[in-house]
């Protein structure tokens, strides 16, 4: 085999796993964002947490229907999205925090929301086509997600004093892993390169001035805790990815080879 | 002027058979929006015959839409019926759907069943910060209005009030 090949097979390689883990972003909120079914705080709130979480579930079977194809070893997006363990998930690790009550959902999404329009508005520049034509889906959603999560940052915020503080906790608590938000490693830098993937630190300048006026607004601080944890793009989570996928993926393991 | 008319018209001479399926997959509606059919919706993209194989390709409204394998199964089965075997549902990624392709006789029908269409979307109007102009009651055509929640029953509807004859309806917003 001539080396010009073995470097084609690197590459394909690395945009499999760049897709893969745009949808186990994609995967593990939306599954987070679906325990609100049956008990949000009222009715028309809880319809709006499951559309969101189908929008991102959606999501994530295009990204993994497409590593899948790209990668041409037979592997469906079900077969991506419950056949691996904690260790080969590669999502941000905010994605994965638990629901928290209604504040620390709120919190996580409007901070994600504000990042996915950035980073969707990139993608669909990408020299890939399929990753640019995912997210030209993705980026009509996430701006109507953003719209009403905007919303409930400014209604908790400037709201009550319970909900004031609530909110403003919420953000204190997830604060620290928002950093990995904007952290690439050497093979994401050689696909930013290359036109594939997006530059996410380059998103950061324009992430925290959106979230600092919005926070403004709605009267809270915007928090400024040292503290920071990364680590989901290497497969290194928290104790919580454990439990979300043993939910996740109770079928296969009860019963493998299980299909609808 | 009903499908089945439509259908049998495409038998006679001077129709060509994409005229036909396009007559038959007017049958195809959304089903949780009855009164529309695909084409209507704009998820319609293309039919093409190759021999006896049938390639109808559509798109996806929005990512984690429920509706689409209801849809692709109702298209097998509505050309099945009529005699096709070898049927291909394709799905497009690109260009993503917009609700700009429904068309007028599709928007009609959604205010007469109650449900307010959307706007047109003409470049930025339904980005997040701009809140877009009114939504006219289905009912009372009243554009004094406002929004319940920004979504409804569904992923493509809000939960809309009329202000004017006081009853809740639902907005397919656009996208
Ligand atoms: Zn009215």
Known sequence: ????????????????????????????????????????????????????????????????????????????????????????????????????????????????????????????????????????????????????????????????????????????????????????????????????????????????????????????????????IRGGRAGLHTEHLGYLLAELQFMQRAYPGLEW | MNAAQNIADTARPGYSEIERLEALLEQVTDPEIPVVSIHDLGILRDISLDGDRVTVTITTTYSGCPAMSTIRADIRQTLAQAGYQDVQVKQSLSPAWTTDWMTAQGREKLREYGIAPPQKSNQGHCAMISPGTAVVCPQCGSERTECISEFGSTACKALYRCLDCAEPFDYFKCI
């Open chain 1, 1 to 228: 085999m001539n080396s010009k090949a073995n470097k084609q097979d690197a590459n394909k390689q690395d945009i499999v796993n760049y897709a893969i883990a745009l949808g186990d972003d994609s995967l593990t909120l939306g599954h987070r964002l679906s325990e609100w079914s049956s008990n949000a705080p009222f009715l028309e709130e809880d319809l709006a947490l499951t559309n969101v979480a189908l929008d991102f579930i959606g999501r994530a079977m295009m990204f993994y229907s497409y590593a899948g194809e790209a990668e041409g070893a037979g592997r469906s997006e079900d077969d991506i999205a419950y056949l691996r363990d904690c260790r080969q998930y590669r999502n941000l690790l905010i994605c994965e925090l638990p629901i928290g009550d209604f504040a620390d959902t709120m919190a996580r999404q409007f901070l994600i929301d504000v990042y996915d329009v950035g980073f969707y508005t990139e993608l669909m520049q990408s020299v890939d086509e399929t990753l640019a034509a995912i997210a030209a889906k993705a980026i009509k959603e996430s701006r109507y997600h953003l719209r009403r999560s905007e919303q409930w940052i400014k209604r908790l915020g400037d709201g009550t004093g319970e909900s004031h503080d609530r909110i403003q906790r919420a953000f204190n608590d997830v604060w620290g892993y928002t950093h990995e938000l904007f952290e690439v490693d050497k093979i994401e830098e050689s696909l930013i390169n290359q036109g594939i993937a997006v530059d996410r630190p380059a998103l950061k300048t324009d992430w925290e001035r959106c979230v600092q006026s919005v926070l403004n607004e709605a009267t809270l601080d915007t928090p400024d805790g040292q503290w920071s």
